[in-house]
């Protein structure tokens, strides 16, 4: 059964959509419902945070949006390309997707500029993986680790920096990508407060710049009102909260986090487990 509604359809409707869903459910083989139906528009270069515990369905949500967790039913559509279950569609769409993970998933035995160009291997048939990188290709990279504060990092081992510091690697490496939309999965889960703030900050500055579409999930609600244009609360797999920040009172994001008792156990499968080199290919990586 979905969980009681705390506030939905709060949010007023914009005409230009960068991507939506509909209908969009995920069963896992063991048969946990870890998404329920879902429905949703998400407004070109607007700032979405998706918000809930641990299991709430965050990450399920956020990834179904790139294809990397594939829907049971239900159909995930880009503005300007169709549907996402099109082959074609979907390698299109995650070209031009960014995705920064929780997780970082840097090589660390490469510098800053040497991961943050791997950003660009959506760009380039297999082959042309062997061969140097160009110019241009390094102008770009370093042009994006500026933007991120970490140009004079540029050749130091990303195995070298801070947990907040190989973040923005993860956002930089994104970014090279030239994406219109931009997904991160829990982006500040590891790093403390201050840290989590000032990295919020920098994402949120650059897609309000750049006019990317950001959807980042979050499970610290003063950091979604902080930044959000809208809030999407997830409980049990379920949407029960779509609304602007100031909609979402104490008194719902308190419901919003209040237990809820699921069975078979998710296990967390897709915030969990770490992305196999070919998830991070195909994601733009």
């Given at each position: 059964?979905?969980?009681e509604?705390l506030?939905?359809?709060?949010?007023?409707?914009?005409s230009?959509?960068?991507?939506?869903?509909?209908?969009?459910e995920?069963i896992y083989?063991?048969?946990?419902?870890?998404?329920?139906?879902?429905?949703?528009?998400?407004a070109?270069?607007?700032f979405?945070?998706?918000?809930?515990?641990?299991?709430a369905?965050?990450s399920?949500l956020?990834?179904?949006?790139?294809?990397?967790?594939?829907?049971s039913?239900?159909h995930?559509?880009?503005e300007?390309?169709?549907?996402?279950?099109?082959?074609a569609?979907?390698?299109?769409?995650?070209?031009?997707?960014?995705?920064?993970?929780?997780?970082?998933h840097?090589?660390?035995?490469?510098n800053?500029l040497d991961?943050?160009?791997?950003?660009?291997?959506?760009?380039?048939?297999?082959?042309?993986?062997?061969?140097?990188?160009?110019?241009?290709e390094?102008?770009?990279?370093?042009?994006?680790?500026?933007?991120?504060?970490?140009?004079?990092?540029?050749?130091?081992?990303?195995?070298?920096?801070?947990?907040?510091?190989?973040?923005?690697?993860?956002?930089?490496r994104?970014?090279?990508?030239q994406?219109?939309?931009?997904?991160?999965?829990?982006?500040?889960?590891?790093?403390?407060?201050?840290t989590?703030v000032?990295?919020?900050?920098s994402?949120?500055?650059i897609c309000?710049?750049?006019g990317?579409t950001?959807?980042?999930s979050?499970?610290?609600?003063?950091?979604?009102?902080?930044?959000?244009?809208r809030?999407?609360?997830?409980?049990?797999?379920?949407?029960?909260?779509?609304?602007a920040?100031?909609l979402l009172?104490?008194?719902?994001?308190?419901?919003?986090?209040?237990?809820v008792?699921?069975?078979?156990?998710?296990t967390?499968?897709?915030?969990?487990v770490?992305?196999?080199?070919q998830?991070?290919?195909?994601?733009g990586?």
């Open positions: 059964m979905k969980p509604s506030g939905s359809n709060l949010y007023p409707p914009l230009a959509t960068a991507i939506q869903t509909q209908a969009l995920v083989p063991n048969g946990y419902k870890a998404l329920h139906s879902t429905t949703l528009k998400i070109q270069g607007s979405v945070v998706l918000l809930g515990t641990s299991g369905g965050k399920t956020l990834r179904s949006l790139n294809g990397l967790v594939e829907p039913s239900g995930v559509s880009v300007g390309l169709g549907d996402l279950k099109d082959p569609i979907l390698k299109r769409h995650r070209r031009q997707t960014g995705m920064v993970f929780q997780q970082h840097l090589i660390g035995r490469l800053v991961n943050v160009l791997l950003g660009r291997l959506g760009y380039h048939a297999g082959w042309r993986m062997f061969t140097p990188w160009t110019r241009a390094k102008e770009q990279a370093l042009a994006v680790i500026e933007r991120v504060g970490l140009l004079d990092r540029a050749l130091t081992r990303a195995d070298q920096l801070s947990g907040g510091q190989q973040q923005r690697v993860g956002m930089a994104a970014l090279i990508q994406p219109k939309i931009l997904l991160a999965d829990e982006p500040v889960a590891s790093l403390d407060p201050n989590s000032r990295l919020l900050q994402m949120h500055d309000k710049s750049d990317l950001a959807v980042v979050l499970h610290q609600v003063d950091l979604a009102r902080q930044f959000a244009d809030i999407i609360g997830l409980k049990g797999g379920a949407m029960v909260f779509d609304g920040p100031e009172t104490p008194e719902r994001a308190e419901a919003l986090y209040q237990h008792s699921t069975s078979p156990s998710p967390d499968a897709t915030s969990r770490k992305p196999s080199f998830e991070l290919s195909l994601s990586v």
